[in-house]
């Protein structure tokens, strides 16, 4: 089986050139190493050093130098904003406060559809769209998504 072990980010190659595409969602963006097929049939492995949350519009290298192109699927997410910047800062640190995967977006903020949240946000003033897009969540200040390390130092 074809193997990619290189990652070419958005923007920084010229995406005509894909060979095929791979859609995944945003969990299925982050890995390591997992088996593929592009919606042409283009199999391959996709083995890298350590799990990497691939964005759309990335390229994935085989080894014969052909690139795969990562496109996110989309998915059901709720669009916020906020009356102003203050008022959105202030939604986002509650979005945070409870451990959940936020996307930036200009000057809105996107989450996957959650009814406690919706009623949440609602109840804190915040303007809420229904849509389907990929989601390409921020990962944090030590690059995961979806984990969450404590130090065990007591503090």
Same mark, same amino acid.
């Given at each position: 089986?074809?193997?990619?072990?290189?990652?070419?980010?958005?923007?920084?190659?010229?995406?005509?050139?894909?060979?095929?595409?791979?859609?995944?969602?945003?969990?299925?963006?982050?890995?390591?190493?997992?088996?593929?097929?592009?919606?042409? $049939?283009?199999?391959?492995?996709?083995?890298?050093?350590?799990?990497?949350? #691939?964005?759309?519009?990335?390229?994935? =290298? %085989? @080894? +014969?130098?052909?690139?795969?192109?990562?496109?996110?699927?989309?998915?059901?997410?709720?669009?916020?904003?906020?009356?102003?910047?203050?008022?959105?800062?202030?939604?986002?640190?509650?979005? $945070?406060?409870?451990?959940?995967?936020?996307?930036?977006?200009?000057?809105? #903020?996107?989450?996957?559809?959650?009814? =406690? %949240? @919706? +009623?949440?946000?609602?109840?804190?003033?915040?303007?809420?769209?229904?849509?389907?897009?990929?989601?390409?969540?921020?990962?944090?200040?030590?690059?995961?998504?979806?984990?969450?390390?404590?130090?065990?130092?007591?503090?």
């Amino acid at each position: 089986m074809r193997r990619a072990c290189e990652i070419r980010t958005v923007g920084s190659w010229n995406a005509a050139t894909a060979v095929d595409r791979v859609v995944l969602d945003a969990q299925e963006r982050h890995r390591r190493r997992i088996a593929l097929t592009g919606e042409r $049939g283009t199999a391959f492995l996709l083995d890298l050093p350590h799990a990497i949350a #691939l964005k759309d519009g990335d390229g994935l =290298v %085989l @080894e +014969d130098g052909a690139i795969v192109r990562v496109a996110g699927k989309a998915e059901p997410l709720l669009e916020i904003t906020a009356a102003s910047p203050q008022e959105l800062a202030r939604l986002a640190w509650h979005i $945070g406060n409870r451990h959940t995967e936020l996307q930036v977006v200009g000057d809105t #903020l996107r989450i996957r559809r959650d009814r =406690v %949240l @919706e +009623d949440m946000l609602r109840g804190l003033g915040a303007r809420l769209t229904p849509i389907e897009a990929p989601f390409d969540p921020e990962h944090g200040a030590y690059g995961h998504a979806q984990q969450h390390h404590h130090d065990d130092h007591g503090w």
